[in-house]
C-alpha cells in the first residue's frame, strides 16, 4: 500500500494544477466577456453596411438587363475548379476540442471538395499547424520550378498563414484577408470562397460552420454549406461553466440596436446620390467581404476562449474530485496504520 | 425647424461618436460637403479626409479613411472603416507611417504598389493634421 507521504506529495500536486486550470478559467471568462463585447460592439456597422447594399440593390443596374449576368465580378458565379478556404482556428491549446473541431470539419468538407484545387488561407496557429503536416506550402518560385507554368505546389496548398493575431485581432487584418482573397477571385485563381469558423453566437448556441465568402449571392444571407451543431452535452458543460465564471447565457438584447441600423440608408425618401448607385455599390462590395471576415474572426475569437472556459472548468471539478479521492485514501491508510499500532500494542500487552 | 442636427459615426469595432452638432462638414469623395440641420437626403462615399463638427462653443476634428455617409434632415450617421478623434490619435505611429510611406515612393521600384503607398501617406498625414487642431 502507497505510503502516506507519497499520497500527501500527490494531492499537493494535484491542488497546485488545480490552481492553475482555475486561474485560467477566470481568465477565459474575462476575455470571453470582452470578446462578446466587441463582437456586439461590430453589430451596427455590418448592419447598415447590409442595409445599404441592400437598398442599392434595387437602385442600381447590377444584373445585365439582356444576359441576366451580375456586372459585378464579385457575384459572378463560375464553375467551381478552384476553391479558396479560410480555416479560422486558435493560437493556443488548452481548449477542449475547439481545434480539433475546425480542423475535423475542415478535413470533412476538403474531402467533399476532392478534385478540386484548394488553396488554404489559415487563420490561428493550431491550424496551420495541421494543415502544414499534410499539405504543401506554396511557394512564390513553384513556377519555374513545376517546369510546366502551373504555379501551385500541389493540389491541396497553402497560400497564406496569419499567426498570433487572434488576441489583438483588428479589423485591418479583416480587412487584409478580405483583400487577398478578393484579389485571387478577380483573378480568377479561386473560384469560390469559403470560411470555416466557430459561430458564436453565446455560449450555449454554438456551431462550426463553412460560410460562402464569395461569391456573393443574395446580401444579407449566408450560404452556409456545412455545420455541425455542438452537442447536447458540450452545450450543458459549457452552460455549466459559464455559470460559474459568471459569464450570461443568452444573447445580448440588440433588438434597438438592430432597428436603428436597421432604418439607416433606407428612409421613404429620394436620397441625392453624390456618387451613381452603381459606383457605390461596387465600392462598398469589398468591405462587405471584410466584414464578413471580421465578424468570423470576431466571432471565433469568442468561441476559443468559451472553449477553454468549459475545458478548464473541467478540468477543475476533475482535478477536485482526485483530492478528494486522495484524500480518503490517505485517510484509510493512515487508519490502517493505527489500527495496526493498536493491534501491535494490544497483542504485545496480552503476551505479557 | 430644429436648430441642431445629431451626427453618428460608427466603425466596425464601436460607435465613436452620438452627438448634437450645429453644423458639420464631411470629406465627400467628390469635394467637402457642408451640413446644417434640415439637409436634403443625400448619400455620399467619403474620402480621406478630415470630419469636422460644431457642438455648443465646441469644435471638434475626426480623422476618418473611407466612409459612407447617409445624410438626413435632422440625422447625419458615417458608417467609417477607420474615425479618430482628434484627442486619440497616436502622433508618433502616424508619423512613422508618412515617412514609411514616403519612404517607399521615393525609393519607387517596379513592384511599388503607387495609389496604396500614397493612400497611406494621405492618411497619415491627415490624422497628424488633424491631431494638431485638438
Known amino acids: 500500500m502507497a505510503n502516506i507521504l507519497d499520497i500527501r506529495r500527490r494531492i499537493r500536486s494535484v491542488k497546485n494544477t488545480r490552481q492553475i486550470t482555475k486561474a485560467m478559467k477566470m481568465v477565459s471568462a474575462a476575455k470571453l466577456r470582452r470578446a462578446q463585447e466587441r463582437a456586439l460592439a461590430g453589430r451596427p456597422y455590418a448592419q447598415m453596411l447590409t442595409n445599404v447594399l441592400k437598398s442599392l440593390v434595387q437602385r442600381a443596374e447590377i444584373y445585365s438587363p439582356e444576359t441576366r449576368e451580375p456586372l459585378h465580378p464579385l457575384l459572378v458565379r463560375r464553375p467551381e475548379k478552384s476553391i479558396t478556404l479560410i480555416v479560422v482556428s486558435g493560437d493556443k491549446g488548452l481548449a477542449g476540442a475547439f481545434n480539433t473541431n475546425i480542423v475535423k470539419a475542415a478535413a470533412r468538407f476538403i474531402e467533399s471538395k476532392r478534385g478540386k484545387n484548394i488553396d488554404i488561407e489559415a487563420v490561428g496557429r493550431k491550424g496551420r499547424d495541421y494543415f502544414r503536416r499534410r499539405y504543401k506550402v506554396m511557394r512564390p518560385k513553384a513556377q519555374e520550378q513545376n517546369g510546366d507554368g502551373s504555379t501551385r505546389a500541389a493540389e491541396i496548398q497553402i497560400v497564406g498563414e496569419q499567426v498570433g493575431v487572434l488576441n489583438k485581432i483588428a479589423f485591418d487584418h479583416a480587412r487584409e484577408l478580405a483583400n487577398a482573397v478578393i484579389e485571387r477571385y478577380t483573378r480568377g485563381e479561386a473560384d469560390a470562397v469559403y470560411i470555416i469558423f466557430n459561430e458564436f453566437k453565446s455560449v450555449i448556441s454554438q456551431r462550426v460552420v463553412v460560410d460562402t465568402v464569395l461569391p456573393i449571392g443574395e446580401i444579407g444571407v449566408h450560404e452556409i454549406q456545412q455545420a455541425e451543431e455542438f452537442s447536447e452535452e458540450a452545450r450543458r458543460r459549457a452552460a455549466e461553466a459559464a455559470v460559474h465564471s459568471g459569464v450570461g447565457l443568452r444573447e445580448a438584447d440588440t433588438s434597438e440596436a438592430d432597428k436603428k441600423a436597421a432604418s439607416f440608408a433606407a428612409s421613404q425618401v429620394d436620397y441625392i446620390y453624390e456618387q451613381p448607385a452603381g459606383e457605390l455599390f461596387r465600392d462598398l462590395l469589398p468591405k462587405y467581404v471584410a466584414i464578413q471576415v471580421y465578424r468570423a474572426l470576431l466571432e471565433s475569437v469568442a468561441a476559443e476562449h468559451a472553449a477553454r472556459m468549459t475545458a478548464m472548468e473541467s478540468a477543475t471539478n476533475n482535478a477536485s474530485d482526485m483530492i478528494d479521492d486522495l484524500t480518503l485514501a490517505m485517510n484509510r491508510v493512515r487508519q490502517a496504520k493505527i489500527t495496526k499500532e493498536i493491534i501491535e500494542i494490544v497483542s504485545g500487552a496480552a503476551a505479557l | ?134
Do not use: C
Not at chain 2, 450645429?22 to 470630419?51: N, R
Not at chain 2, 459612407?68 to 508619423?95: G, M, N, S, Y
Not at chain 2, 521600384?109 to 493634421?129: P, W
Open chain 2, 1 to 134: 425647424m430644429a436648430d441642431t442636427i445629431q451626427l453618428e459615426i460608427v466603425t466596425p469595432d464601436r460607435m465613436i461618436v452620438s452627438d448634437a452638432a450645429q453644423e458639420i462638414q464631411i470629406p465627400g469623395k467628390s469635394g467637402y460637403l457642408g451640413i446644417l440641420p434640415g439637409h436634403a437626403p443625400l448619400i455620399t462615399e467619403i474620402a480621406v479626409g478630415e470630419i469636422t463638427y460644431r457642438s455648443g462653443n465646441e469644435t471638434k476634428h475626426i480623422a476618418v479613411a473611407w466612409g459612407f455617409a447617409e445624410v438626413l434632415p435632422e440625422k447625419v450617421t458615417i458608417l467609417a472603416e477607420t474615425a479618430e478623434r482628434a484627442a486619440d490619435i497616436d502622433v508618433a505611429r502616424a508619423q512613422a507611417a508618412k515617412e514609411r510611406a514616403e519612404a517607399r515612393l521615393k525609393q519607387g521600384g517596379a513592384d511599388l504598389d503607387y495609389r496604396r503607398e500614397e493612400d497611406a501617406l494621405k492618411r497619415a498625414q491627415t490624422r497628424i493634421d488633424v491631431a494638431a487642431k485638438k
